[in-house]
């Protein structure tokens, strides 16, 4: 904390994000994780950067937001460039609206290289501002190619951030220009006079009436000089600066994003299409080997196998061509696929042996590693799956039936275990066009009670297909008793919460056959713990998850909280499922829990692990991801009224906000605060003497909010102390305009690192040294 707030450390800053993210030595707190990430991001530790944007990803402590995700996984993936300038400067006022784009020049000495920007409309209120342009074009072989523009607010001043996708070398200058149009004006500026830089095409320029040059160099970085220009001469401004990202893991990210796409809460709107031509580059980048990082001296395992997925699905297109419309694919796509396999699988990556595996199975491919015939499929496919199904060897020394006897937890991958079973399924389809060998060998290793110890084995680990499969030959026994079928339909309702459609029809015939046993059923499916696919999680950790499910089958909510809160946070060994957390909180908050009621709560209000039976939509049931406020409300409310200040405030923040379901209404977010605020919660004094000095809900009345603001200031609230620091700055509500008061306060927020407020501590300083100087 120190070297954090002290040295201005990037590092010390990440780390005492993570500590407060994870709870290491401190009390949980997203907000303060969130504030030193965004301090050690601006300080140039791509880490916290990509920290930042898996943050927005899960939605922990901030609204699901996958674009905002990406933009900052974009900069800790590539390089960026970055500049503080006051928006005054930038001709930017409150409430006033303005277009904003950028392009980078490459100098060159006859043919400069131009990459333009798309251009976005943006209104800053005086209080948040946050926007973002994509350049879905970017050539990922120049080095200055656009990847994201990120323009956001902090105090008076903007924070510009140009991001390129990076791994290109630099050998000239570079330029990277911001433009600007305030007045709408279509003429604006026509021309720009660049410091040292080509001459930008008029053909191209787009209407502005101000702009930023930054001037990037080669070499070691630096403080890079920032020109304002405008229709006179350049003026030099603060310098910016440039960082380079390179994060391995943020690349990773990003190419799993694009190849799945992803769709925001509607409330928050927006999403990120599937590309896979961007999926594709950054998984190349990714799996580079990189000599001089331990980590990824073989380049990323993950990006390494998921490259030859896109090659085993054709959706590889020729890497040459990847930037054009000719969408030639790769030819011999299996055989790349294995090349890419083979080099995830040499760095014993379990997936890989799968994929590797399937490929075999199904004929896709027919050679080894040299390109000489395998003489067996089948032995290829087994040995394969196993290296990656059963990894310590447990199956090899005590044998399947040996493992089933004592009921034993195999720790190895999943998707390879239920390969296994459907390996070995008589039920499953042997793949068309294998040789008659072949197909004969695959046919004769058929074996339902191998089937099953692998099915079972992946259904215990949580995996939906197999759940099924298992439900479906427990249920095709000739007798079957009440625990068996209570079994039976726990699969099946854990497979339907993954929206497994064939689990759905199941449940139908078999739910109204009794109602005792269906009960029974839900309550274990809700209680259901999935086995650790790691053997080092085998050992002892896996206990706590145990103790805490034998507790909340004995009616203990407390416990099924907590094993909830494991599971929402992803809290080791627990990993992150939503859906399981939904069922415990559920569990819980039924039983009148008011911290499972709050929780449920947050997960109705982001959309995140909602069942699939659980949602409202056209027909009853939908399955698109959305907020649903409504529902929030109500556990929200649920939670206050049992005592949980925190859902008072939460449920104030729905009102005020409004939403497409929840009516705008700040009277009851008033009254909710006010409840909050009877109930300890500080957020919500700041938030009524916001509404106090809007007069939303109430008549306007500074003084009453400037009492808020002084409680929640005085109780340790930094965005209360910057508010009554504005009080103070400014004379309102009902005291004397007093500079020394309100660098007190700004003094006291910039101590716990509120953005913007160690800023406002210098801007006051230096209006308090002019006034005493012109005294003396």
Same mark, same amino acid.
């Given at each position: 904390?120190?070297?954090?707030?002290?040295?201005?450390?990037?590092?010390? *800053?990440?780390?005492?994000?993570?500590?407060?993210?994870?709870? $290491?030595?401190? #009390?949980?707190?997203?907000?303060?994780?969130?504030?030193?990430?965004?301090?050690?991001?601006?300080?140039?530790?791509?880490?916290? *950067?990509?920290?930042?944007? +898996?943050?927005?990803?899960?939605? &922990?402590?901030?609204?699901?937001?996958?674009?905002? /995700?990406?933009?900052?996984?974009? #900069?800790?993936?590539?390089?960026?460039?970055?500049?503080?300038?006051?928006?005054?400067?930038?001709?930017?006022?409150?409430?006033?609206?303005?277009?904003?784009?950028?392009?980078?020049?490459?100098?060159?000495?006859?043919?400069?290289?131009?990459d333009w920007g798309y251009s976005r409309r943006a209104e800053w209120d005086g209080v948040t501002l946050r926007k973002f342009v994509f350049d879905t074009q970017f050539d990922s072989v120049k080095p200055a190619d656009i990847t994201v523009v990120d323009i956001r607010s902090d105090g008076d001043d903007l924070l510009l951030d140009i991001a390129v996708f990076g791994g290109a070398k630099r050998e000239g200058v570079i330029h990277f220009i911001w433009f600007f149009d305030t007045d709408g004006r279509e003429s604006g500026v026509e021309e720009f006079r660049l410091k040292d830089a080509p001459p930008l095409e008029p053909v191209r320029m787009p209407h502005a009436d101000r702009a930023l040059q930054i001037v990037l160099r080669p070499g070691p970085a630096a403080p890079l000089p920032v020109f304002l220009l405008s229709e006179g001469k350049p003026k030099q401004l603060a310098d910016g600066r440039f960082f380079k990202g390179d994060n391995v893991a943020a690349q990773y990210d990003l190419g799993i994003v694009f190849a799945r796409g992803k769709r925001n809460p509607r409330d928050v709107g927006g999403s990120i299409k599937q590309n896979l031509r961007l999926a594709t580059d950054w998984f190349f980048r990714a799996a580079e080997k990189r000599p001089n990082n331990p980590d990824y001296a073989n380049g990323h395992a993950g990006a390494q196998n998921n490259i030859g997925v896109l090659y085993s699905k054709g959706n590889m297109y020729r890497r040459e061509?990847?930037?054009?419309?000719?969408?030639?694919?790769?030819?011999?796509?299996?055989?790349?696929?294995?090349? $890419?396999?083979?080099?995830?699988?040499?760095?014993?990556? $379990?997936?890989?042996?799968s994929n590797l595996g399937f490929l075999y199975e199904q004929g896709m491919l027919l050679v080894d590693a040299n390109g000489r015939k395998v003489p067996s499929l089948y032995r290829e496919a087994l040995g394969l799956y196993m290296r990656a199904a059963d990894p310590g060897g447990l199956v090899r020394l005590k044998g399947e039936k040996g493992v089933a006897k004592l009921g034993q937890n195999v720790p190895g991958l999943t998707v390879a275990q239920y390969n296994l079973g459907s390996l070995f399924d008589p039920d499953e389809r042997i793949a068309e066009g294998l040789s008659a060998s072949a197909e004969r060998e695959l046919r004769q290793n058929k074996n339902r009670t191998r089937a099953e110890f692998w099915y079972s084995q992946a259904a215990a680990k949580g995996h939906a297909k197999a759940q099924v499969a298992l439900a479906k030959r427990m249920l095709g026994r000739a007798k079957l008793g009440a625990v068996d079928r209570v079994a039976a339909l726990k699969w099946l309702f854990l497979a339907s919460d993954k929206s497994e459609g064939e689990a759905y029809k199941l449940l139908d015939e078999q739910e109204?056959?009794?109602? +005792?046993?269906? +009960?029974?059923?839900?309550?274990?499916?809700?209680?259901?713990?999935?086995?650790?696919?790691?053997?080092?999680?085998?050992?002892?950790?896996?206990?706590?998850?145990?103790?805490?499910?034998?507790?909340?089958?004995?009616?203990?909510?407390?416990?099924?909280?907590?094993?909830?809160?494991?599971?929402h946070l992803g809290t080791a060994p627990a990993m992150q499922d939503y859906t399981r957390a939904f069922r415990l909180y559920n569990l819980a908050a039924a039983e009148g829990h008011p911290a499972a009621q709050f929780h449920l709560g947050m997960l109705y209000s982001t959309g995140n692990g909602i069942p699939y039976r659980a949602k409202r939509g056209i027909g009853g049931f939908s399955n698109l991801k959305r907020a649903y406020n409504v529902e929030a409300a109500g556990w929200y409310e649920k939670a206050a009224n049992n005592g949980y200040g925190e859902a008072a405030f939460y449920l104030g923040n729905l009102y005020a906000a409004g939403s497409n379901d929840l009516r705008q209404d700040y009277k009851l977010a008033l009254n909710w605060y006010k409840k909050a605020d009877a109930l300890g919660n500080i957020d919500a004094l700041n938030n009524l003497g916001y509404l106090h000095d809007e007069g939303l809900g109430t008549r306007r009345d500074r003084a009453k909010a400037r009492e808020f603001?002084?409680?929640?200031?005085?109780?340790?609230?930094?965005? @209360?102390? *910057?508010?009554?620091?504005?009080?103070?700055?400014?004379?309102?509500?009902?005291?004397? #305009?007093?500079? /020394? *008061?309100?660098? &007190?306060? @700004? +003094?006291?927020?910039?101590?716990?690192?509120?953005?913007?407020a160690a800023e406002k501590v210098t801007a006051i300083t230096k209006i308090m040294q002019r006034k005493n100087s012109f005294h003396e």
């Amino acid at each position: 904390k120190t070297a954090a707030r002290l040295g201005n450390h990037p590092m010390a *800053m990440n780390a005492l994000g993570i500590h407060y993210e994870q709870g $290491w030595g401190v #009390k949980t707190s997203q907000g303060l994780a969130l504030l030193w990430y965004r301090k050690a991001a601006r300080a140039g530790s791509t880490m916290a *950067m990509a920290n930042l944007g +898996k943050i927005h990803a899960r939605g &922990d402590g901030v609204l699901q937001d996958y674009r905002a /995700a990406v933009a900052e996984l974009k #900069k800790a993936a590539g390089d960026w460039v970055t500049v503080r300038v006051p928006a005054s400067r930038l001709g930017i006022t409150r409430d006033s609206p303005f277009r904003f784009s950028a392009a980078s020049i490459v100098s060159a000495k006859n043919n400069p290289e131009i990459d333009w920007g798309y251009s976005r409309r943006a209104e800053w209120d005086g209080v948040t501002l946050r926007k973002f342009v994509f350049d879905t074009q970017f050539d990922s072989v120049k080095p200055a190619d656009i990847t994201v523009v990120d323009i956001r607010s902090d105090g008076d001043d903007l924070l510009l951030d140009i991001a390129v996708f990076g791994g290109a070398k630099r050998e000239g200058v570079i330029h990277f220009i911001w433009f600007f149009d305030t007045d709408g004006r279509e003429s604006g500026v026509e021309e720009f006079r660049l410091k040292d830089a080509p001459p930008l095409e008029p053909v191209r320029m787009p209407h502005a009436d101000r702009a930023l040059q930054i001037v990037l160099r080669p070499g070691p970085a630096a403080p890079l000089p920032v020109f304002l220009l405008s229709e006179g001469k350049p003026k030099q401004l603060a310098d910016g600066r440039f960082f380079k990202g390179d994060n391995v893991a943020a690349q990773y990210d990003l190419g799993i994003v694009f190849a799945r796409g992803k769709r925001n809460p509607r409330d928050v709107g927006g999403s990120i299409k599937q590309n896979l031509r961007l999926a594709t580059d950054w998984f190349f980048r990714a799996a580079e080997k990189r000599p001089n990082n331990p980590d990824y001296a073989n380049g990323h395992a993950g990006a390494q196998n998921n490259i030859g997925v896109l090659y085993s699905k054709g959706n590889m297109y020729r890497r040459e061509d990847r930037r054009s419309d000719s969408k030639q694919f790769e030819p011999k796509p299996y055989r790349q696929a294995a090349l $890419w396999f083979r080099r995830a699988a040499a760095q014993d990556y $379990w997936e890989a042996y799968s994929n590797l595996g399937f490929l075999y199975e199904q004929g896709m491919l027919l050679v080894d590693a040299n390109g000489r015939k395998v003489p067996s499929l089948y032995r290829e496919a087994l040995g394969l799956y196993m290296r990656a199904a059963d990894p310590g060897g447990l199956v090899r020394l005590k044998g399947e039936k040996g493992v089933a006897k004592l009921g034993q937890n195999v720790p190895g991958l999943t998707v390879a275990q239920y390969n296994l079973g459907s390996l070995f399924d008589p039920d499953e389809r042997i793949a068309e066009g294998l040789s008659a060998s072949a197909e004969r060998e695959l046919r004769q290793n058929k074996n339902r009670t191998r089937a099953e110890f692998w099915y079972s084995q992946a259904a215990a680990k949580g995996h939906a297909k197999a759940q099924v499969a298992l439900a479906k030959r427990m249920l095709g026994r000739a007798k079957l008793g009440a625990v068996d079928r209570v079994a039976a339909l726990k699969w099946l309702f854990l497979a339907s919460d993954k929206s497994e459609g064939e689990a759905y029809k199941l449940l139908d015939e078999q739910e109204s056959q009794s109602v +005792k046993i269906t +009960k029974a059923a839900r309550v274990a499916a809700d209680l259901f713990l999935p086995n650790p696919e790691a053997e080092e999680e085998a050992v002892g950790a896996h206990q706590k998850l145990e103790r805490l499910a034998a507790l909340a089958v004995r009616g203990d909510m407390e416990a099924a909280h907590e094993l909830a809160r494991m599971f929402h946070l992803g809290t080791a060994p627990a990993m992150q499922d939503y859906t399981r957390a939904f069922r415990l909180y559920n569990l819980a908050a039924a039983e009148g829990h008011p911290a499972a009621q709050f929780h449920l709560g947050m997960l109705y209000s982001t959309g995140n692990g909602i069942p699939y039976r659980a949602k409202r939509g056209i027909g009853g049931f939908s399955n698109l991801k959305r907020a649903y406020n409504v529902e929030a409300a109500g556990w929200y409310e649920k939670a206050a009224n049992n005592g949980y200040g925190e859902a008072a405030f939460y449920l104030g923040n729905l009102y005020a906000a409004g939403s497409n379901d929840l009516r705008q209404d700040y009277k009851l977010a008033l009254n909710w605060y006010k409840k909050a605020d009877a109930l300890g919660n500080i957020d919500a004094l700041n938030n009524l003497g916001y509404l106090h000095d809007e007069g939303l809900g109430t008549r306007r009345d500074r003084a009453k909010a400037r009492e808020f603001y002084t409680r929640a200031a005085e109780a340790g609230h930094a965005g @209360a102390q *910057m508010n009554l620091s504005a009080y103070y700055f400014e004379g309102l509500g009902g005291v004397r #305009k007093d500079l /020394a *008061m309100a660098l &007190d306060w @700004a +003094k006291k927020a910039d101590d716990q690192g509120e953005p913007g407020a160690a800023e406002k501590v210098t801007a006051i300083t230096k209006i308090m040294q002019r006034k005493n100087s012109f005294h003396e």
